[in-house]
């Protein structure tokens, strides 16, 4: 199935479906289809990411955070992800995906998610932050949640969360070694 149908199928759906408070877990039971492999014949680890995408897109619909988005002239931005493989997913094989609200700071919301075949194994995990950016940069949690009628309290981080930062300002601080040759 075409990524585009995949978003139109996503739009409808999460427009039918009931409303969530923010920091609820939702899930969505899908399956492997023939443009999700890669040459090895299993899901390829990217689209992993882009089912993410989707499965964010249902988040911000069902929440109305998609409204107060277009309403604040805002826009979602992914601010990285980390993902763990675990177990290949096949062509044609239905899995679970599970998606959550984990932790919060002033700016970024991170989001856990888990891959699980239909018998529970967990073939892929990982965490996923995003934020609303408007004209002036990253928009303050606080306003954002406001919007939405609800008082943002910040969520303490999950220990992988702490340690998946710390490994993002290492490798940006890494960067600096690449500028001035000194990697190999």
Known sequence: ????????????????????????????????????????????NGRYLTIIDLMLVEYFVRSGFARVMLESGWRPMSGGAVITYRKGLMPGQRYLLRFALAGADHVWNYMRFEFQREDGTLCAAGYMKGAAVGRAGLVPNAESYARLGHAFESLPLPVAVDHWLAAERAAIDGRADLVRGECV
């Open 1 to 44: 199935m075409n990524l585009w149908l995949r978003l139109a199928w996503t739009l409808l759906r999460a427009w039918r479906l009931p409303r969530i408070a923010p920091g609820a877990t939702i899930e969505r039971r899908m399956r492997v289809w023939p443009g999700d492999l890669d040459i090895n014949g299993h899901m390829n």
